[in-house]
């Protein structure tokens, strides 16, 4: 059992990787982040950062990888980016091979959550009331505008379409290379939910935010909720994929208490940082379970309002020597 150990921790300029930064510091020995990109916001909490290679070249990305477990001495791995999670579940047994615990959902919940019909397929089989979907390239108007038009893979509201007539319909279709999907417009943007779901394999938990989403598709605004209907539906979720991990799921709500989810985060999401602080605390809970430890969740608030703001990183300042005479 590790008290305090070591962690990997990927996408560290990002929001997401960032709070995870934040949420396990204290219950790290040592934090190691990497990221393609240069300029870390959270450089100030890490021990150590790498610039790593992009998860598609999967050769390159797993090398970088154990390399940086071997060099660093790296107790557990926390990949926080879509296309690193999906490569590490093909490569799983490669990784976890160099003696590293993979904070990482099951094949089952990636397989079926990273994409986007899929998921919708996998509830729909649950008997969860989903959106209509179906790949953009057999939409036939079976579900009037306006519909939604996205990425069967991918996060952060890019490639994203609201689409109100037939016009904006063609404009989008010129843009699709297989992997879109038409989504039936449910609810209203002002009644959408994030909940974040946890389990340790044997007890679950979770804890919902009613929210507006802003720059790069991430919530600048939440409110805590209770939902009773939104409890059940983690927890059927969470049971019918064995989970031992974290997900996020997002609905939209469309009756007094009936809630539609649209899309399943296999993930940690961008109100990590805010669970935390309301006192779910996810992250650490399955840094814990790796290693045996049990959870405890105690409601903080009963009531509580989030904004977030941008804020401003400024990196390899180099000031002006005056020349003294």
Not at 9 to 26: K, P, T
Not at 141 to 165: A, H, M, V
Not at 207 to 235: K, N, W
Request: aromatic content about 12%.
């Amino acid at each position: 059992m590790k008290d305090r150990p070591v962690v990997l921790i990927s996408a560290v300029c990002g929001d997401i990787g960032g709070g995870a930064v934040r949420a396990l510091r204290e219950a790290s020995l040592r934090i190691i982040g990497c990221d393609m990109k240069e300029g870390c916001p959270v450089s100030n909490v890490l021990d150590a950062f790498f610039k790593a290679p992009a998860a598609s070249n999967q050769d390159n990305y797993l090398s970088f990888v154990k390399e940086i477990i071997r060099k660093e001495k790296v107790d557990a791995f926390l990949p926080i980016s879509e296309p690193e999670i999906e490569a590490l579940s093909e490569r799983r047994d490669d990784v976890e091979s160099t003696g590293v615990s993979l904070l990482l959902n099951n094949r089952l919940i990636i397989e079926n959550f990273i994409d986007k019909l899929k998921m919708i397929r996998f509830l729909n089989g649950l008997g969860v009331k989903v959106p209509k979907t179906m790949p953009l390239s057999t939409y036939d108007g079976t579900f009037d505008f306006p519909i939604i038009i996205k990425p069967r893979k991918g996060y952060g509201s890019k490639r994203l379409w609201q689409i109100e007539d037939e016009f904006d319909l063609a404009y989008v279709k010129r843009k699709d290379d297989g992997f879109l999907i038409a989504q039936e417009y449910v609810g209203c943007s002002d009644e959408e939910y994030t909940t974040g779901v946890f389990s340790d394999g044997n007890n679950i938990s979770s804890i919902t935010f009613r929210r507006r989403l802003g720059f790069g598709g991430l919530s600048v605004e939440a409110e805590y909720a209770e939902s009773p209907f939104l409890d059940e539906l983690a927890a059927k979720i969470a049971i019918a994929t064995n989970l031992c991990g974290s997900i996020n799921i997002q609905s939209r709500r469309i009756k007094e208490n009936l809630f539609v989810p649209f899309e399943i985060n296999p993930r940690l999401s961008s109100t990590l940082s805010l669970r935390k602080y309301f006192g779910f605390d996810d992250a650490v809970w399955w840094l814990d379970a790796l290693w045996g430890k049990g959870y405890h969740y105690e409601k903080k608030f009963k009531a509580g309002k989030m904004v977030r703001f941008v804020s401003d990183y400024y990196f390899e300042m180099e000031k002006f020597v005056k020349n003294v005479e």
